[in-house]
């Protein structure tokens, strides 16, 4: 497995019933060679919204405003503006992790290859990604990289922090760490899991984005879970309180389900609460849910 790099999303990371409290809520996409994890600062462990006092559209809570969701930075130190691109012809302000933790907490200016790799192409990260030194073009950089430093170039956030776009219509703008990292990652269907390889499918703010599963030998129901992506491809990290026997911890994993199926959630006590308010799920989730223990 890849390093696991930690990230926090600030704006795009999908909640749910009730997430849970505290800064549980790290781990989603990971240069590699480390056990690092992304910070989600847009939907701290994801759960879904209590139904009687979330009036949100998503089942999952926010956290942009108040901290990050998958291992927070513990300090910043930005010598270039990732949405503004204002590095010196022939570089990029790329996100890098300066004090050799888990999680990306800086940016600064790193050299451009003249034949780059473009976003979905395979491509090299030096020091695992942490570098933030890699074989990607402009405007890009080498994600879910393995223990070899081979990944696949993606995307960063195109327009503004406040109003983030991606042009590849089958992704999704996810901002993490404070905002140190924004890239563009597939949509994905969290019932049908399908994410290529080794990824699973997370939420995302107000969407499912697809991102590394470093779970490792965790990750099944009711293990207990820091990040987002620290769950089973099926899974998401809920309150401890909607999940039986889940004690002393951020949160704990939980799964999926689909409103229109008869099947009994895993644990006792749990019900198949709709992820989104009635009326307001997007086409083709209208049936997804959270197995979870009503409050």
Same mark, same amino acid.
């Given at each position: 497995?890849? +390093?696991?790099?930690?990230?926090? %999303?600030?704006?795009?990371?999908? /909640?749910?019933?009730?997430?849970?409290?505290? !800064?549980?809520?790290?781990?989603?996409? =990971?240069?590699?060679?480390?056990?690092?994890? %992304?910070?989600?600062?847009? *939907?701290?462990?994801?759960?879904?919204?209590?139904?009687?006092?979330? *009036?949100?559209?998503?089942?999952?809570?926010?956290?942009? *405003?108040?901290?990050?969701?998958?291992?927070?930075?513990?300090?910043?130190?930005?010598?270039?503006? %990732?949405?503004?691109? $204002?590095?010196?012809?022939?570089?990029?302000?790329?996100?890098? @992790? #300066?004090?050799? &933790?888990?999680?990306?907490?800086?940016?600064?200016?790193?050299?451009?290859?003249?034949?780059?790799?473009?976003?979905?192409? =395979?491509?090299?990260?030096?020091?695992? &990604?942490? *570098?933030? @030194?890699?074989?990607?073009?402009?405007?890009?950089?080498?994600?879910?990289?393995?223990? =070899?430093?081979? /990944?696949?170039?993606?995307?960063?956030?195109?327009?503004?922090?406040?109003?983030?776009?991606?042009?590849?219509?089958?992704?999704?703008?996810?901002?993490?760490?404070?905002?140190?990292?924004?890239?563009?990652?597939?949509?994905? $269907?969290?019932?049908?899991? !399908?994410? $290529?390889?080794?990824?699973?499918?997370?939420?995302?703010?107000?969407?499912?984005?697809?991102?590394?599963?470093?779970?490792?030998?965790? &990750?099944?129901?009711?293990?207990?879970?820091?990040?987002? #992506?620290?769950?089973?491809?099926?899974?998401?990290?809920?309150?401890? +309180?909607?999940?039986?026997?889940?004690?002393?911890?951020?949160?704990?994993?939980?799964?999926?389900?689909?409103?229109?199926?008869?099947?009994?959630?895993?644990?006792?006590?749990?019900?198949?609460?709709?992820?989104?308010?009635? &009326? +307001?799920?997007?086409? /083709?989730?209208?049936?997804?849910?959270?197995?979870? @223990?009503?409050?």
């Amino acid at each position: 497995m890849g +390093q696991r790099w930690a990230w926090t %999303v600030v704006v795009g990371l999908v /909640g749910c019933v009730e997430p849970p409290k505290g !800064d549980g809520s790290e781990g989603l996409g =990971e240069p590699a060679g480390s056990s690092g994890v %992304v910070e989600d600062e847009s *939907s701290s462990a994801a759960l879904p919204p209590d139904p009687e006092e979330s *009036s949100s559209t998503d089942p999952v809570e926010d956290e942009s *405003s108040t901290g990050c969701n998958f291992i927070c930075p513990e300090e910043t130190d930005h010598e270039c503006d %990732v949405w503004a691109q $204002d590095c010196p012809t022939g570089e990029k302000c790329a996100p890098w @992790i #300066n004090d050799g &933790g888990v999680g990306w907490n800086s940016l600064h200016c790193v050299p451009v290859e003249e034949a780059a790799d473009q976003p979905g192409d =395979e491509c090299t990260a030096d020091g695992g &990604g942490a *570098s933030g @030194i890699d074989s990607c073009a402009g405007g890009s950089m080498c994600w879910n990289v393995d223990e =070899e430093g081979n /990944g696949t170039c993606v995307a960063f956030c195109e327009g503004s922090e406040e109003n983030p776009t991606c042009s590849d219509t089958a992704a999704t703008c996810v901002i993490a760490n404070d905002g140190v990292l924004n890239v563009c990652l597939p949509i994905c $269907d969290p019932l049908l899991q !399908d994410c $290529d390889g080794s990824q699973a499918c997370y939420p995302v703010g107000d969407a499912f984005a697809c991102g590394p599963d470093v779970s490792g030998e965790l &990750g099944l129901f009711g293990d207990p879970c820091e990040a987002i #992506n620290v769950c089973d491809a099926g899974m998401f990290c809920a309150a401890p +309180q909607l999940v039986p026997g889940c004690e002393g911890a951020s949160g704990c994993c939980s799964s999926f389900c689909d409103l229109e199926d008869d099947g009994p959630c895993p644990g006792d006590g749990q019900q198949c609460v709709g992820w989104f308010d009635e &009326g +307001q799920a997007p086409p /083709g989730a209208e049936t997804l849910g959270a197995c979870i @223990i009503p409050e």
